[in-house]
């Protein structure tokens, strides 16, 4: 599986963004989808999963929980992370990973694939 992610951009503090995550191949709808952040000068961290079935199946970070949404669209091959509420400490490189192992969806060693990342810039 390839990941593609794009959607980043500089936004204001209070605004919006959606990240997509495209992935080739016929076997997306078989993992489990993540997104996770890098904040310049720290560690990678978890930010939210998804089931490979897509709909309620959903976990987030604290730090998210409430203002992001993670979903997908097993059609498209695409993993979405809509953003609201973006704040400065949301400030970093985005990146989408693929796993087949749900009970460890919040370990980024557990996953299989990762996309390149995308720049998240939010100004005060």
């Known amino acids: 599986v390839q990941l593609q992610a794009s959607g980043g951009g500089l936004v204001q503090a209070g605004g919006s963004l959606t990240l997509s995550c495209a992935a080739s191949g016929s076997t997306f709808s078989t993992y489990e989808m993540g997104w996770f952040r890098q904040a310049p000068g720290k560690d990678r961290r978890f930010v939210a999963g998804?089931?490979?079935?897509?709909?309620?199946?959903?976990v987030y970070a604290d730090s998210v929980k409430g203002r992001f949404t993670i979903s997908r669209d097993n059609v498209k091959n695409t993993a979405y992370l809509h953003m609201n509420a973006l704040q400065p400490e949301d400030t970093a490189v985005y990146y989408c990973?693929?796993?087949?192992?749900?009970?460890?969806?919040?370990?980024?060693?557990?996953?299989?694939?990762w996309g390149q990342g995308t720049q998240v810039t939010v100004s005060s």
């Open positions: 998804i089931m490979s079935s897509g709909g309620s199946s959903t």
């Open positions: 990973a693929a796993s087949k192992n749900w009970r460890w969806i919040r370990y980024g060693s557990k996953y299989d694939y």
